[in-house]
């Protein structure tokens, strides 16, 4: 639900709408049951030739489709068999864009040709690196995936205590945010954490950055 309501949240912001819905709890039975009722009656399956021409073409969202994406909030195994599942009924990212969320930054998935084309959003991968490769020098093993918010707290920590603003409010809001080992970062008014993340493409050879993560903020109050 957490996903839903943020997507909600920024469909309503960039003048997109969620066009449809299908939850699901349990197993892969149900999720097939969450995919046919996505699917029902609104794609026909692809003929193999309609197939081979979109491989050769640039995908592009087709304003006349029942919808454009669908965003598979999954990881790991359970991402997996939802991919496929989609598939099988004629939801095809061939025509439809797979998008996930940062479980999809996993290896593993690459794997899975289901989801290969698909969009997710995930931390700087350059400023991640540099982060793994200091704590394996410093620690001799690999950091767990949340190790970076003990490290981000602790720097920004340092930094507001030397700063003139201390840790007031006013400096923990600072407009421009903090740098961190995941990239860019600031707090929100809400308590919540706005990152700087970059897109990524899946493809059978590794992650195609195909936007950036931002070096800098655009002020509060141009959203």
């Keep these: 639900m957490a996903v839903y309501s943020a997507l909600q949240d920024n469909a309503a912001l960039t003048g997109g709408s969620v066009a449809a819905e299908s939850f699901y709890t349990g197993d892969v039975e149900a999720m097939a049951r969450a995919s046919a009722r996505l699917a029902e009656g609104v794609f026909e399956p692809l003929t193999p030739e309609e197939a081979d021409e979109l491989r050769r073409e640039t995908w592009v969202p087709d304003p006349e489709a029942p919808f454009q994406a669908v965003i598979l909030p999954e990881g790991g195994t359970r991402l997996r068999a939802l991919g496929p599942l989609l598939i099988s009924q004629a939801v ?45 020098a410093s620690y001799g093993n690999d950091p767990s995936r949340i190790a970076s918010l003990a490290y981000d707290a602790m720097s920004l920590a340092a930094h507001l205590d030397g700063g003139e603003r201390g840790f007031s409010r006013e400096a923990i809001e600072e407009d421009q945010g903090f ?21 990524y493409e899946m493809r059978s050879r590794g992650l195609r950055e195909i936007e950036p993560a931002p070096l800098t903020f655009e002020p509060v109050d141009a959203f």
């Excluded at 809400?190 to 993340?197: N, T």
Aim: aromatic share 12%; net charge negative; no cysteine.
């Design 179 to 199: 740098m961190g080992a995941d990239g860019l970062f600031r707090f929100r008014e809400s308590g919540l954490i706005e990152r700087g993340l970059a897109i």
């Design 92 to 136: 095809d990212p061939l025509v439809v864009r797979f998008l996930g969320t940062g479980l999809w930054n996993d290896p593993d998935l690459l794997r899975e040709p289901a989801l290969l084309g698909g969009w997710f959003a995930g931390p700087d991968l350059d400023a991640r690196t540099a982060f793994e490769t200091a704590y394996r």
